[in-house]
């Protein structure tokens, strides 16, 4: 049974009450950017993510012109919400671009470094999502990342540290590029997720380390290189130490993405890399052991697509099987 979600009735009362207060105008900003904080943080719907907007807007417009730093708060608020509303096209997207653009000037003449940072962090993402619109440019959300990079260092803030590493690594990967170019993009990727697990660990940061760990696997198992079965036994190591964090109990789809993806490239390795002429019957039962882990977590929590993608790949190892036996 889930917990009710917010309502325009509750939204609609929460700021009655604010305009009952006593309080300040400035409080009652406050109070309407906590509220939508709090809304924002775990919403059940895009209904909840709605709502929040109303309350940030509502905290923007009582801001006005005497209030500058509430007022940009209210804005960038309000864009992360409107960037965490599940929409196919790029309206609310491209809305949440303007608010952080009308916001940073203010926040770096007023705000803390931290607060420019995220605000630089959001935009970064928002740019990204633009791009497959061609209504922004990648290196623009590159640009924004390396600039947050500047306040979260890895000492002081290591979960915003290896987030914008990643962003910054699959920001390259998705770059268009043909022949060399297209492997130096690569090389960068690569390069992005090594240097922040050079500083980000698994004690520390488990959560971020599996999804470091995880995404340099998929990035050197597509990696166009000359040493194609080297790159496959870095990856699938590299999801060891995923699965170090990723398991069954606790993260049971992200646990199935990852053995999907050691699948996939034990699918393409030799028993022995030392004589691939041997084959890979051993490590095709593997792989089927993993796909059909995975598609039956999948089909348990009615992820269906990732199912059907498992289903299709099971088949080919059936038959490469059967070839090889």
């Known amino acids: 049974m889930t917990s009710p979600s917010i309502t325009d009735a509750a939204v609609t009362a929460t700021i009655a009450a604010i305009a009952s207060e006593s309080a300040q105008t400035e409080e009652k900003i406050q109070m309407l950017i906590e509220m939508a904080q709090g809304f924002q943080k775990q919403p059940k719907s895009a209904k909840d993510l709605r709502n929040a907007v109303s309350l940030y ?12 730093l509430l007022k940009a708060r209210s804005q ?3 864009a992360s919400a409107l960037q965490a509303i599940p929409d196919v096209g790029s309206d609310l997207l491209l809305q949440a671009k303007v608010g952080y653009e009308e916001a940073l000037p203010v926040l770096q003449q007023l705000a803390s470094p931290e607060e420019v ?3 630089k962090m959001n935009l970064g993402l928002v740019l990204q999502s633009l ?6 440019r990648i290196t623009d959300s590159i640009q924004a990342y390396q600039e947050a990079l500047q306040i979260f260092t890895w000492e002081r ?12 690594a699959i920001a390259y990967l998705s770059m ?3 022949g060399e170019q297209q492997y130096l993009r690569q090389r960068l990727a690569v390069q992005a997720f090594e240097e922040a697990l050079q500083h980000i660990n698994l004690i520390d940061c488990p959560q971020e380390y599996a999804m470091l760990q995880n995404n340099l696997g998929n990035t050197l198992q597509c990696l166009a290189s000359a040493h194609s079965l080297d790159n496959l036994v870095r990856a699938i190591a590299a999801y060891d130490e995923a699965l170090k964090v990723r398991n069954l109990q606790n993260t049971p789809l992200d646990y199935a993405n990852t053995i999907a993806n050691k699948a996939n490239a ?3 390795l030799p028993d022995d890399v030392e004589k691939p002429e041997m084959g890979n019957a051993q490590n095709l039962r593997k792989t089927r052991i993993y796909y059909q882990q995975a598609w039956t977590i999948f089909t348990n929590y009615k992820q269906i697509e990732q199912a059907e993608i498992i289903a299709q790949a099971l088949q080919k190892v059936d038959q490469q099987i059967m070839n090889t036996d």
């Open 57 to 68: 807007y509502r905290a923007y417009d009582m801001s006005g012109e005497d209030y500058p």
């Open 76 to 78: 960038m608020g309000m």
């Open 117 to 119: 940072a995220e605000a």
């Open 131 to 136: 791009v497959p619109f061609h209504l922004a």
């Open 157 to 168: 803030y290591p979960q915003e540290y290896a987030i914008l590493h990643n962003n910054i």
């Open 176 to 178: 268009p590029m043909t």
């Open 266 to 268: 034990l699918f393409n």
